[in-house]
C-alpha cells in the first residue's frame, strides 16, 4: 500500500466516477491517482487508515490542551508560540490554522461564564493600574539592574492607551505618571477609576471609602473625581485590566532582548512601541484607537491647567538649636531665623521648594534639597556673630584679589603687600577685612587714591591707608607725600592693638 495520503476532494472525485460507471483504470487516468491507491479507496482500506492516523494525530495535539491553558496565562505567551513549541516535538503535527482552530474547538467545550457587555461613555472614564509584571535598566555607575513598576491607564470608550515606566511605585511618582498620561491625552476625563492602591485610597469599605490626601489634591487641581473598584473586584476595571495583557504583548515582547541604562530611554522606547499601538487598525473596523479617540473622545475631555499638578506633602519638624528643621524623608536640614528656637514647625513640600510655617505665617522657603545629612542655610536666618563666622570661612587670597581689582592697581598692589607680609596668608585676612571696609566706608576712587600714597612712601598696611583716609590727605595730591612716615618693624600704630 502506497504511503501517500490525497485530499479528500479527490477521494470524492474517485467515488462520484465509479457511481458513473468509470473503470479503475480511467479514474485513475482522469485523477492521477495510482490505479492501487484507487483501489484501496474505494475497497475502504485506506479510508479507514487516514481516520486511525488522524485520531492519533488529534490525540496528541489534545493531550496539550491543558498545557496550553497553563501557559497563554504567562506574560508574552501567544498561541504562535506554543503552536511553534508543539511542531518542534510534532513535525508533522498540525498546520497553525488547524491547530488554532482545534484548541477553539477545545475551549468552547468548557464550561463558560457568562460575559456581560459595558457600554463606555466618551470622556467620562480614565482607569488606571500597575502591570503585574515591572520593566528595568542597567545603571551605569553600579552595573545593577533597576526595576521599574510600569503604570497603565486606558480611555475604555475609545481603547486609547498610556504606558509608562516608574522610578517606584510611591505615590509622588504615581501622580507624576498621571500628569503625563493627561498630557498624552491631552486633556482630562470626568472620572479617574483605580483599585484598591495604598497610593489611592486610606480605607476601602462596600459601600464608602477614603482618599489620601495627596489623591484628593490630584482630582481637585485637575478638576475630575476619582473612584475606586470594589474589593477583590478587578473586573470593575477589565478595560485596563484587559490593555495591562495588551501591553506584554506590544510593549514587554519586543524588549525582552533590548537594554536600557535610563528610565529615560527606556521610557522613550516605550513610547515608540505605544504610538505604533494606538495606531494600529482596531480589529473588524478601518480606525486606529488614536483616530477613534481624536474623533470622538477628545472633545468631550476637559481642557488641562496651564501647569502641571506638583504633589505638595506635609510633615512636622522642631527648630532645633542650631536654628534648623529635618525634613526626614530626605533627612536634609534647612535652616529658618533662630529666634524660633526651640518651635514646632510644619513643612509643606513638593518635588522643587520646601516650605517651613509656624501656624499661617511661612518663615522660610527654601529650594528643596536631596542631600542626605546635608544643609541648607541662609544667611539672613543667623545671629550676627555666626554670620561674621560664617563669612570668615569664605575668605581666601583668591577673594581677596577680586575685591582689590573692584578699586584699581594701587589697591591690588596694596593687598598683595598685606598678603605677602605674613608667613601664612590666613594671618592676614583681618587687615584684608579691615581695608575691605575702608574702601566701602569711602568710596573706590579715594581709596585707591590712599593707597597710592602709602605705596608711593614705601609704606602698605591697614592704619596707613586708614590714617590717610581719616585725615583726607588723598585728596591734597602729591605734597602731602612726605609726611608719611615710611614703614618699618619698630613702628605701631593703634591697629596693632584692635
Given at each position: ?83 511553534e ?47 503585574g509584571q ?16 510600569v ?52 480605607k ?58 535610563s ?63 529635618e ?71 583668591e577673594y ?30 583681618r ?29 602698605g ?38
Amino acid at each position: 500500500m502506497s504511503n501517500k495520503l490525497i485530499s479528500m476532494e479527490k477521494v470524492t472525485l474517485i467515488k462520484q466516477l465509479q457511481a458513473q460507471g468509470h473503470s479503475i483504470r480511467a479514474i485513475s487516468r482522469t485523477t492521477g491517482v495510482h490505479r492501487k491507491t484507487v483501489t484501496e479507496y474505494l475497497s475502504g482500506v485506506r479510508l479507514q487508515d487516514e481516520t486511525t492516523a488522524k485520531d492519533e494525530r488529534l490525540s496528541a495535539l489534545a493531550s496539550y490542551f491543558p498545557y496550553f491553558d497553563r501557559e497563554l496565562s504567562r506574560v508574552g505567551v501567544t498561541r504562535q508560540l506554543l503552536w511553534e513549541e508543539y511542531r518542534e516535538v510534532h513535525p508533522d503535527g498540525y498546520g497553525y490554522t488547524q491547530f488554532c482552530e482545534h484548541y477553539s474547538r477545545y475551549l468552547q467545550s468548557l464550561p463558560r461564564e457568562a460575559v456581560m457587555h459595558l457600554e463606555h461613555v466618551f470622556g467620562d472614564c480614565l482607569q488606571v493600574d500597575f502591570a503585574g509584571q515591572q520593566l528595568s535598566f542597567i545603571d551605569r555607575s553600579t552595573k545593577a539592574s533597576v526595576n521599574c513598576p510600569v503604570l497603565v491607564c486606558v480611555l475604555p470608550a475609545s481603547g486609547f492607551t498610556y504606558v509608562e515606566a516608574l522610578h517606584s511605585a510611591h505615590a509622588d511618582h504615581l501622580f507624576c505618571g498621571l500628569n503625563h498620561c493627561l498630557e498624552y491625552m491631552g486633556g482630562v476625563p470626568r472620572n479617574v477609576l483605580s483599585d484598591n492602591m495604598r497610593q489611592w485610597v486610606i480605607k476601602n469599605a462596600r459601600y464608602e471609602f477614603t482618599f489620601t490626601d495627596l489623591a484628593t489634591q490630584w482630582a481637585v487641581f485637575y478638576g475630575t473625581n476619582l473612584e475606586v473598584t470594589r474589593p477583590r473586584h478587578p473586573t470593575d476595571k477589565s478595560s485596563v485590566e484587559n490593555h495591562v495583557h495588551i501591553s506584554y504583548l506590544r510593549i514587554y515582547a519586543h524588549l525582552r532582548d533590548e537594554i536600557f541604562h535610563s528610565l529615560e530611554a527606556l521610557n522613550s522606547r516605550i513610547r515608540e512601541l505605544l504610538d505604533k499601538h494606538n495606531d494600529c487598525l482596531l480589529s473588524r473596523r478601518k480606525e486606529s484607537r488614536r483616530e477613534v479617540f481624536l474623533s470622538c473622545e477628545q472633545p468631550h475631555l476637559s481642557p488641562l491647567p496651564k501647569d502641571a499638578f506638583v504633589p505638595k506633602r506635609t510633615t512636622l519638624a522642631k527648630v532645633q538649636k542650631n536654628y534648623h528643621v529635618e525634613l526626614g524623608e530626605d533627612k536634609h536640614f534647612y535652616s529658618v531665623p533662630y529666634r524660633y528656637i526651640g518651635k514646632q514647625t510644619k513643612l509643606i513640600y513638593d518635588s522643587l521648594n520646601v516650605e517651613v510655617y509656624i501656624g499661617t505665617e511661612r518663615i522660610a522657603v527654601h529650594r528643596r534639597d536631596y542631600r542626605q545629612w546635608g544643609y541648607t542655610t541662609l544667611a539672613e536666618h543667623m545671629p550676627e556673630g555666626h554670620k561674621y563666622y560664617a563669612r570668615t570661612l569664605t575668605w581666601t587670597r583668591e577673594y581677596f584679589e577680586g575685591i582689590a581689582r573692584q578699586s584699581g592697581f594701587f589697591a591690588q598692589a596694596l593687598f598683595k603687600k598685606v598678603m605677602d607680609s605674613k608667613k601664612f596668608v590666613e594671618q592676614t585676612y583681618r587687615s584684608c577685612t579691615g581695608l575691605k571696609r575702608l574702601m566701602e566706608q569711602y568710596g573706590r576712587e579715594r581709596f585707591e587714591n590712599a593707597c597710592k600714597m602709602a605705596i608711593q612712601a614705601g609704606g602698605g598696611n591697614y592704619g596707613i591707608v586708614a590714617n590717610i583716609l581719616k585725615n583726607g590727605r588723598d585728596q591734597n595730591g602729591t605734597k602731602e607725600l612726605a609726611v608719611i612716615i615710611p614703614e618699618h618693624e619698630n613702628i605701631r600704630g593703634e591697629y596693632e592693638y584692635a
